[in-house]
């Protein structure tokens, strides 16, 4: 595999429905709502959004992602990645109990100038990166998720 490219599996384990959580992720510009790392995010097309993260590091990395799959009821979504990433990402949801199994993938090469001269001595800083980045967006899904439920559930005694 080239110095610069990346190949990423994460697995989660959620406490809301897979449908609940599908239309989270499906959601491009929504992850500002609960991905502390994406720092700015802006539709640019019905599928398609340019989004600008930051973790630990002193580096943004700023791409595009076009969804090419999104698939409800099969609970997929993929997308291709242009920009600082180049590459393709996706999500795959599973039932599990009365949550859901969460696994993403994510293989892409790194463009950004400064990243491709770090290279090799940077990799294990930019995987550690990443893997800081995917628990804070577990843990920021898991609360959006409960925020969602919450006002769902108080909407409903209000209603009642």
Request: with cysteine; aromatic share 8%; proline share 6%.
């Amino acid at each position: 595999m080239p110095v610069n490219s990346y190949r990423f599996r994460s697995v989660w384990s959620v406490a809301a429905p897979p449908g609940e959580v599908y239309d989270v992720l499906a959601d491009l510009r929504g992850y500002l709502d609960w991905w502390p790392e994406v720092r700015e995010g802006r539709q640019i097309g019905e599928q398609a959004a340019e989004l600008r993260c930051r973790s630990l590091l002193p580096y943004d990395l700023v791409f595009e992602v076009h969804h090419n799959t999104s698939d409800r009821e099969r609970l997929l979504l993929r997308a291709d990645l242009v920009g600082d990433l180049d590459g393709t990402v996706g999500w795959t949801l599973l039932p599990e109990g009365e949550g859901t199994r969460v696994v993403y993938d994510q293989e892409v090469v790194v463009r950004k100038p400064l990243l491709r001269l770090l290279g090799l001595p940077a990799r294990p800083l930019l995987k550690a990166n990443h893997e800081l980045m995917m628990r804070h967006g577990r843990r920021g899904l898991e609360t959006y998720l409960a925020g969602l439920r919450a006002a769902r559930q108080s909407r409903v005694r209000e209603a009642g």
